[in-house]
């Protein structure tokens, strides 16, 4: 029998290294502008000012600073509001010009991943429409959900390889009115918020050097289409993704290791619809406790509605049961908008999260019961009517 330490050792320095000549497949931007020369679909192209990342085996990818159209997250907007208000506060912390659109649809890869109900022509058209409608008022697409981030590139990949599947969506479209439209680049909000982590730093308010953070790296964010997600051989020498890692470290976090980085957080689409028990075993088990043990954090970061929730919602079972958990868990955008000076309940909706965070706030310099009598008194002026939203001026924290 292997010793378990040894098992531990051989975890924390797994390797999946492959030259970087060699990507698995092709460049998708040369077959993308070839199919558009060829009349079967319309670019729409990285808006300037960009910033320039690179992704695992070496290739540019293209961030848009701003004129980006945010396509939300249908589990942030129902389970972690602040997850994605703290994408927006961060937009206009900067000034840059953003929509938030009305018109955006679920990306439903509930159903392309969990229930197998739905099919290739109807997954695609409904990626596609969203595309357009962004293309429409000519602001980019950045998405929030880091599943809506792996479904939409490998319906890419489907389109790009299948003439039958792209004349099927176009057919569709076309009953719908809307051209095809497919982005350049494929860009994840975290993938924004990792571009600007050097803008974050220069502006940070929020000593962060006193916090140990743990990084759970999203399943579809880095192992689908892995080529086509940011490395930087800085960070653990380019075999894990520089997301997160590289935001926190920026703002002066301590980044502990863990033995079990790589495993899912337990979410994994199936596993939580039809057997919730194994999800939350696996969530607190595999991943809190692990992380516990092993690096003693003070708080999770990641970057993917799932995780979030469920490493965070999960724990209040195990503790039930006796079981050593109790870490607050984060979006990388929350720890940005902290850095910046923004209201944990005002801006960052942490009373949302089940796991008590009070104590990760006062290790930031944060007086949680003072910060929440202010929440409330800016709820009595939006039930009284004196205020109609919370203005820029009370998202301070």
């Known amino acids: 029998m292997i010793p378990s330490e040894t098992l531990v050792k051989q975890a924390k320095d797994r390797q999946f290294v492959q030259d970087p000549n060699k990507a698995p497949t092709e460049d998708i931007h040369d ?37 980006t159209w945010h396509h939300k997250s249908c589990g942030q907007c129902g389970h972690i509001p602040g997850y994605s208000t703290s994408i927006f506060w961060l937009n206009r912390k900067f000034g840059y010009d953003y929509i938030d659109p009305s018109d955006q649809t ?9 229930s197998a109900t739905s099919n290739a022509a109807a997954q695609a058209a409904v990626a596609m429409r969203n595309f357009a409608a962004a293309a429409e008022t ?12 792996g479904h939409y590139k490998e319906t890419r990949m489907q389109l790009i390889h ?35 982590r050097d803008k974050i730093k ?8 006193m916090i140990r953070a743990t990084v759970h790296p999203a399943c579809h964010y880095h192992k689908l289409i892995t080529e086509d997600v940011i490395y930087d051989p800085e960070i653990y020498g380019a075999q894990r993704t520089a997301i997160i890692t590289g935001t926190l470290q920026a703002i002066g976090v ?40 092993e690096a003693n954090p003070d708080v999770v970061v990641t970057h993917d509605t799932g995780c979030v929730t469920t490493l965070d919602q999960s724990q209040f079972a195990a503790k039930a049961h006796g079981h050593e958990v109790g870490v607050p868990v984060l ?26 965070n009070t104590g990760l706030l006062a290790k930031m310099g944060i007086d949680p019961d003072k910060a929440w009598a202010e929440f409330e008194k800016a709820l009595e002026k939006l039930k009284d009517g004196s205020q109609q939203y919370l203005t820029w001026e009370d998202t301070d924290g």
């Open 31 to 67: 077959i993308i502008f070839q199919l558009e020369k060829e009349g079967e679909w319309e670019v729409q192209r990285v808006p300037e000012p960009y910033m320039e990342v690179k992704t695992k085996y070496g290739r540019i990818k293209k961030i848009p600073i701003e004129k």
């Open 106 to 114: 679920s990306c439903t890869a509930w159903n392309y991943y969990a």
């Open 138 to 149: 000519g602001y980019y697409p950045l998405i929030h959900c880091g599943t809506s981030f």
């Open 162 to 196: 299948s003439a039958e599947l792209r004349r099927q969506v176009r057919d569709i479209l076309a009953r719908l009115g809307k051209k095809f439209v497919i982005p350049e680049e494929i860009v994840h909000y975290s993938e924004w918020v990792h571009a600007m």
């Open 202 to 209: 220069e502006n940070q308010v929020r000593d962060m050097s």
């Open 254 to 293: 301590d980044v502990a290791d863990y033995s079990t980085w790589y495993d899912c957080c337990g979410f994994g689409f199936r596993h939580i619809l039809v057997s919730r028990d194994f999800s939350r075993s696996f969530a607190t088990q595999r991943k809190i406790e692990v992380m516990k043990k």
């Open 331 to 356: 979006s990388d955008s929350q720890m940005a908008a902290l850095a910046l000076g923004a209201h944990p309940y005002k801006v960052l909706q942490m009373h949302w999260h089940n796991t008590d």
